[in-house]
C-alpha cells in the first residue's frame, strides 16, 4: 500500500445518502429490544473488537502508512495495543460496572428499595476526526458495547483507505444489527445530525462541535464534545530544562503534532531560553539524525494528513513574525508527501499567526516570560485548553497550576503519557470540550442511571402523613 493519496477524500468509497435513514431505522429497531442487553452479547461484542484489530493489526497499519505516513510503532503503541487492552479489559469490567446500585439511604427509607439501574441508552452516534482513526473511532465503541448500546460510526473522510478497511472489518467481525459505519464527509454527517439519536460522541474542532450542538439541541440529545485548543508547557527554569525539551519534544513529534494533547506552544523564562532551544536541537538530531534524512525522510515521522492542512501549517510558518530556531524545512513529494519537519520558532507574542489557532501540526512556538505569574496571566486569558503541562519540582509552582488555571488535564512533568492510564478520566473544559470518556467514564457516557423505588405495601402507615386533610397549621413551628 504505496500509493499516497491526497486525502481530499474518496467519494467512491462513501456510504450512498439514502442508506443512511435505513441504518438509523435498523439500529433504533435492534435498540427497542433487549437484543444488545445480555452481558454474554456485550463480552463476545468486546472481544470480537479486539480480535478485530489484532488480526488486521499489519492492514490497519498499511491503511495509516498509506493516508498519512503514519509510523507503525505509533499506530501500535497509541491505536492498536491500547484498543486491544481497553476491550478486553472492559469485557472483564461488565459484572462490576452494570451491577445495579442501592445506594445508602435514609433511615425512614431502608424499605423503600432505592435501586440504580444501569439502562443502555439505545442507539449511539460516533463522529470521530482522522488523528487517531481508529482509537478515536473504536474508543468510543468500545464503551457503547459494554453500555448494551447500538452504535453507528461516522469515521473521517481525511482518511479514507483507513475509514474504509474500518469499515469492512466492523461489517465482518461485529453484530450488524447493532453496529453500522457510515462513509462519508459533511453530507452525511449532516444526513446523520438531522435524525435523533440518544447520545452522540463528537470528537474533532470546535466549529463543528457548534454545528453537532446545535443539531443535537433539536432533540435534547445529550453529548460528548471531545475538542482540542492550545495546549500550553510552562517550564520552570529552575527544572531540569534538557530533559524538558526531550520529552516536549517527543510529545510534539508524535504523529508529527496532530495530537490533541499535543504540546501547542512553550512559556519560558528569558533566562533558559537558550539553553531550552540548545536543548530541543540536541534531541531532535538525536531523535532523527541528519545522517539518516532527518525528520523529513523517516518512517518513524508521520505526513500532515491532507492538502488542506498542509497548506494551512505551511501558511503559518509564512506569517509568523517569530524566527526559526530549529527546524523548518518541508517537502511534498511521492514518496514523502506533506512533510514538514519539527520546527521551533522563536521571538513569538501573543498575537502572532502561530497564536491565533490550536496549530495541530509540527511547530512549536516558543513565548518567553519573566515569571510564572506571567505565565499563569497568559494562560488565563486565553481559551480554556483539553490540556496544561508544567515542567517544575516546585510543590508551589504546582499548587498555583492547580488553583489559578483551568483545563481539561493537568500534567506535570511530562507530555502526553496521562492518555496512557486507563483509570483517568479524559475530558476538556469549556472551549476544550465536555463529557467523560475512557473505560468505564465511555460506559457511563452511554449509559443511564435510572432510579427507582418500590414502595411495600406496609409503609403505609409511615407515609400516612402526606394525605390531606394534613391540618396546615400542625407544620407552624
Ligand atoms: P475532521 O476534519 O476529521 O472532523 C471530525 C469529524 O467531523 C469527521 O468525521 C468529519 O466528517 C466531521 N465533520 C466535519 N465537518 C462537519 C460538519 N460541518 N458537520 C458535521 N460533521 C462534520 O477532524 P478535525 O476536526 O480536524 O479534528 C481535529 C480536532 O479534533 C483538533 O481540534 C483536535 O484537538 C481535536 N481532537 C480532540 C480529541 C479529544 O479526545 N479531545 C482527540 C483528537 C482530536
Not at 513529494?333 to 519539527?342: Q, T
Not at 483539553?386 to 488553583?403: A, G
Not at 496512557?420 to 475512557?438: R, T
Request: one cysteine or more; hydrophobic letters at 40%.
Amino acid at each position: 500500500v504505496d500509493t499516497p493519496s491526497s486525502n481530499g477524500g474518496d467519494t467512491s468509497l462513501e456510504t450512498p445518502l439514502e442508506d443512511i435513514e435505513n441504518y438509523h431505522t435498523l439500529l433504533h429497531t435492534t435498540a427497542s429490544t433487549t437484543h444488545t442487553h445480555p452481558l454474554a452479547w456485550r463480552r463476545h461484542q468486546l472481544l470480537q473488537l479486539a480480535r478485530m484489530v489484532q488480526n488486521h493489526a499489519n492492514e490497519l497499519c498499511d491503511a495509516l502508512w498509506a493516508d498519512m505516513r503514519k509510523p507503525r510503532t505509533e499506530v501500535i503503541f497509541t491505536e492498536i495495543g491500547a484498543l486491544v487492552q481497553r476491550a478486553v479489559k472492559s469485557a472483564a469490567k461488565l459484572e462490576e460496572w452494570t451491577k445495579e446500585e442501592r445506594p445508602s439511604v435514609g433511615v425512614h427509607q431502608g424499605s423503600w428499595n432505592a435501586t440504580i439501574y444501569k439502562v443502555p441508552k439505545g442507539v449511539v452516534l460516533i463522529i470521530a476526526p482522522w488523528n487517531y482513526p481508529l482509537i478515536l473511532t473504536l474508543q468510543p465503541l468500545i464503551g457503547a458495547l459494554a453500555a448494551g448500546c447500538c452504535a453507528l460510526l461516522k469515521p473521517s473522510e481525511l482518511v479514507p483507505t483507513t475509514s474504509a478497511l474500518l469499515a469492512r472489518l466492523v461489517s465482518q467481525y461485529l453484530d450488524p444489527s447493532a453496529v453500522r459505519v457510515v462513509l462519508g464527509g459533511v453530507p452525511a454527517a449532516t444526513r446523520l445530525l438531522a435524525l435523533r439519536w440518544d447520545h452522540i460522541h463528537y470528537t474533532g474542532n470546535g466549529r463543528v462541535a457548534r454545528v453537532v450542538a446545535a443539531a443535537a439541541a433539536k432533540f435534547l440529545t445529550p453529548l460528548n464534545l471531545e475538542l482540542g485548543g492550545k495546549g500550553p508547557v510552562c517550564v520552570d527554569p529552575a527544572y531540569d530544562v534538557d530533559l524538558a525539551a526531550k520529552r516536549i519534544l517527543w510529545g510534539k513529534v508524535n504523529n508529527a503534532g496532530q495530537v490533541c494533547v499535543a504540546p501547542d506552544y512553550i512559556l519560558a523564562s528569558y533566562t533558559s531560553l537558550d539553553t531550552l532551544v540548545a536543548s530541543l536541537r540536541k534531541w531532535y538530531a538525536a531523535f532523527y539524525p541528519p545522517s539518516t534524512g532527518g525528520a523529513l525522510h523517516s518512517r518513524e515521522y508521520a505526513s500532515i494528513v491532507s492538502d488542506a492542512h498542509y497548506a494551512r501549517l505551511t501558511g503559518l510558518l509564512a506569517r509568523t513574525k517569530g524566527t526559526i530556531v530549529m527546524g523548518g524545512g518541508t517537502e511534498n513529494s511521492a514518496e514523502w508527501p506533506r512533510r514538514i519537519e519539527p520546527t521551533v520558532v522563536v521571538g513569538v507574542q501573543g498575537d502572532d499567526a502561530l497564536m491565533e489557532e490550536e496549530i495541530f501540526g509540527p511547530i512549536l512556538p516558543i513565548i518567553a516570560i519573566d515569571a510564572v505569574d506571567s505565565a499563569i496571566d497568559f494562560v488565563r486569558s486565553r481559551p480554556t485548553p483539553l490540556v496544561l503541562y508544567m515542567f517544575t519540582e516546585d510543590p508551589l509552582f504546582k499548587q498555583r497550576i492547580l488553583n489559578e488555571t483551568r483545563s481539561g488535564n493537568v500534567v506535570f512533568n511530562d507530555v502526553f503519557q496521562q492518555l496512557d492510564v486507563d483509570e483517568l478520566p479524559f475530558a476538556g473544559v469549556g472551549d476544550s470540550g465536555y463529557g467523560n470518556q475512557i473505560m468505564e467514564y465511555t460506559y457511563q457516557a452511554f449509559t443511564q442511571l435510572r432510579s427507582s423505588i418500590d414502595m411495600p405495601i406496609d409503609a403505609e402507615p409511615a407515609l400516612s402523613v402526606r394525605y390531606t386533610p394534613r391540618g396546615e397549621d400542625a407544620t407552624r413551628i
